[in-house]
């Protein structure tokens, strides 16, 4: 589907958004605030924890209409939640995975692990790019991706959120 300039901005602007409230590993929550008699639609609201940056204190950000607009997906706005439709899988599941589809279009870095030789501690990180994935790699930082990958990066982003139903 063609999109104007000005929603393409728009969609472009969530997305950024979101990446800035979200990053890989994160868990999305999904509220099914309803599901047609047919079972074949669903309307679900996304939250995520967030941190007030006053106070540190954790409160829930309902992130449905960013979300809508990064994916391009309809809304419910009386009952406040995407319009999902089909049915046979986890809805919730597919939701997210459509999400981190549309924020990390170009994959994301897995956590690599090391043990430092003097401490004997054991470090994490998460690469934000392929070439800083590869370069530890190299350096003997360990990656266990998905379905045995040693690359560090995870080619899709839709593997990036963690799905949870409310």
Not at 53 to 81: C, E, F, N, Q, S
Not at 98 to 123: H, M
Request: proline content about 2%.
């Amino acid at each position: 589907m063609a999109h104007t300039k000005a929603q393409a901005q728009e969609m472009a602007e969530a997305r950024e958004t979101l990446r800035g409230l979200i990053k890989p590993g994160d868990t999305i929550y999904c509220n099914i605030k309803h599901v047609s008699k047919s079972g074949m639609l669903r309307i679900i609201a996304l939250i995520i924890i967030d941190t007030d940056k006053d106070t540190g204190k954790p409160w829930l950000r309902d992130i449905t209409h960013l979300a809508a607009k990064a994916m391009d997906d309809k809304m419910d706005r009386d009952r406040w939640g995407l319009k999902v439709g089909g049915c046979g899988m986890d809805m919730c599941f597919a939701t997210v995975y459509n999400l981190g589809s549309a924020l990390f279009p170009e994959g994301f870095g897995e956590v690599l692990t090391t043990t430092g030789a003097a401490s004997g501690k054991q470090r994490s990180t998460r690469p934000v790019s392929k070439d800083e994935a590869a370069r530890l790699v190299k350096a003997g930082w360990n990656a266990r991706g998905r379905n045995g990958d040693t690359s560090g990066w995870e080619k899709s982003g839709g593997y990036a959120l963690k799905a949870s139903t409310l």
